[in-house]
């Protein structure tokens, strides 16, 4: 049974930092894309960043570029968020996720929800200003 569970958001002033982590089961991480999504009130699920299988290629909405960076450590089954300078606009419920629809990539196309298969339950990240 395929499970991801996200761990770590909370609350953080402007200008600060979180990591985000998502452990992975049931399945093999390392044959699988993974990805951050995020939804704010009242607003569409988002792509926020993606890793291609192997980790060396990644992908970030232009929001955040520059700011958070995707990783995975395979031997843990574990994908991680670091977000830095977080702004206000980044509250969000936070999800990882994991996909094997895709045949081709690396691509952007990644940070499209619709090529995921597996959802956590997400982690709530709070930034005040």
């Known amino acids: 049974q395929v499970q991801l569970v996200e761990s770590g958001g909370g609350s953080v002033q402007a200008g600060g930092s979180l990591r985000v982590s998502c452990a992975a089961s049931?399945?093999?991480?390392?044959?699988?894309?993974m990805g951050w999504f995020r939804q704010a009130p009242g607003k569409e699920r988002e792509g926020v960043a993606a890793i291609w299988p192997g980790g060396g290629i990644t992908f970030y909405a232009d929001s955040v570029k520059g700011r958070f960076t995707i990783s995975q450590d395979n031997a843990k089954k574990t994908l991680y968020l670091q977000m830095n300078n977080l702004k206000p606009e980044d509250t969000a419920m936070y999800y990882c996720a994991a996909g094997s629809r895709l045949a081709y990539g690396p691509t952007p196309i990644l940070l499209h929800q619709s090529l995921y298969n597996y959802w956590g339950q997400g982690t709530q990240v709070t930034v005040s200003s």
């Open positions: 049931g399945f093999t991480s390392s044959t699988y894309y």
